[in-house]
C-alpha cells in the first residue's frame, strides 16, 4: 500500500479502545500512519465526543461490545443525532445474525475477527472515499457548510449558497483535511499534477477568487490565512493556530 511524501492520514474516532489495543493487527492499523485517531473506551464518551467534535471525523471505528452499552445502538443513536460520516463495527462475532444487526443499525460496513491489516486499511479508506462522493457529506468551516459532492458554499448565516469551481472546491477540501499549513507547491502538485506550464501564480490565483466567495469580511483575512510559502484553513476561529510550522503540520494527499 504505497504512500508518497504528499501522504494525508484520516481522521477517525475509536470507539472501543480496549478491543482495538487488543487485537494485533487492529493496533498495527492504527498505528500504521494511515490514520490518525481518538481513542474511547464506552458508549457515553464516544457519543460525547462524536457528536461534540468540532471539525468533524473522516470515519468512526465502533465495537460493537463496549463496556457500557451495545455499539450497534450507539450507531443508532448517533445517526439519529445527524451523525453521518461512515460506521464501521467492530466485533469478534461474525454470524449472520450479528452482521445484519450492525448493518441494520446504521453501520456502512462490519468487520469481524480475524482483522487482515490490508483489507481493513482498506475498507476504511472505501467507505471515506464513498461518503466525500456522496450529498450527504458536508465540511463546516466557520461559518459556512461546504458540500463537496456538489461544490456549494452555504453560508449558514446570511443563507446565501455559492457554487465553487472544480478546482477551488479541491483546493478547499485539501486545505480542509490538512489540519495545518500547506506549502504552494503541494497544493499545485495535489491538485493541478504534473503540468510543466502550471506555476504556483496559479494557486495563488485560485486562492484569491475563493477568498471572495469564503471571506465574511473581505477587508480582513480570517478563514483561508497566509502563512509562509502557503496557506492555512481556519475551520474554527477560536482554535486557531497559526504559529504551527511546515514541519509539525501533516503534509500529505487523499490515500
Not at 502557503?230 to 476561529?237: F, R
Amino acid at each position: 500500500m504505497p504512500r508518497d511524501v504528499y501522504f494525508q492520514p484520516r481522521r477517525v474516532l475509536l470507539i472501543g479502545q480496549t478491543m482495538a489495543t487488543s487485537d494485533t493487527v487492529l493496533k498495527q492499523v492504527l498505528d500504521s500512519g494511515y490514520l490518525e485517531y481518538d481513542a474511547v473506551d464506552s458508549l457515553a464518551t464516544g457519543f460525547t465526543k462524536a457528536t461534540a467534535a468540532v471539525r468533524q471525523y473522516d470515519a468512526i471505528l465502533l465495537a460493537s461490545a463496549l463496556p457500557d452499552g451495545d455499539g450497534a445502538e450507539l450507531c443508532t443513536r448517533l445517526r439519529d443525532n445527524g451523525i453521518n460520516v461512515p460506521i464501521l463495527l467492530l466485533s469478534t462475532d461474525s454470524s449472520e445474525a450479528a452482521v445484519v444487526h450492525g448493518l441494520e443499525s446504521g453501520a456502512n460496513d462490519y468487520l469481524s475477527a480475524p482483522f487482515r491489516f490490508a483489507e481493513t486499511l482498506a475498507r476504511v479508506h472505501a467507505q471515506i472515499r464513498a461518503y466525500e462522493v456522496s450529498e450527504e457529506a458536508v465540511l463546516k468551516i466557520d461559518i459556512f457548510n461546504f458540500r463537496p459532492a456538489s461544490r456549494i458554499l452555504h453560508n449558514t448565516v446570511t443563507g446565501q449558497r455559492t457554487k465553487l469551481t472544480e478546482k477551488e472546491a479541491s483546493v478547499l477540501k485539501y486545505l480542509y483535511r490538512a489540519e495545518g499549513p500547506v506549502p504552494r507547491h503541494v497544493l499545485l502538485h495535489e491538485v493541478w499534477g504534473y503540468n510543466a506550464r502550471t506555476t504556483t501564480h496559479t494557486v495563488e490565483t485560485h486562492i484569491y477568487r475563493l477568498r471572495r466567495k469564503i471571506e465574511p469580511d473581505a477587508n480582513q483575512i480570517s478563514v483561508l490565512i497566509n502563512v509562509e510559502g502557503g496557506y492555512l484553513l481556519n475551520t474554527d476561529q477560536p482554535r486557531t493556530q497559526t504559529t504551527r510550522t511546515f514541519e509539525t503540520a501533516q503534509l500529505a494527499a487523499a490515500f
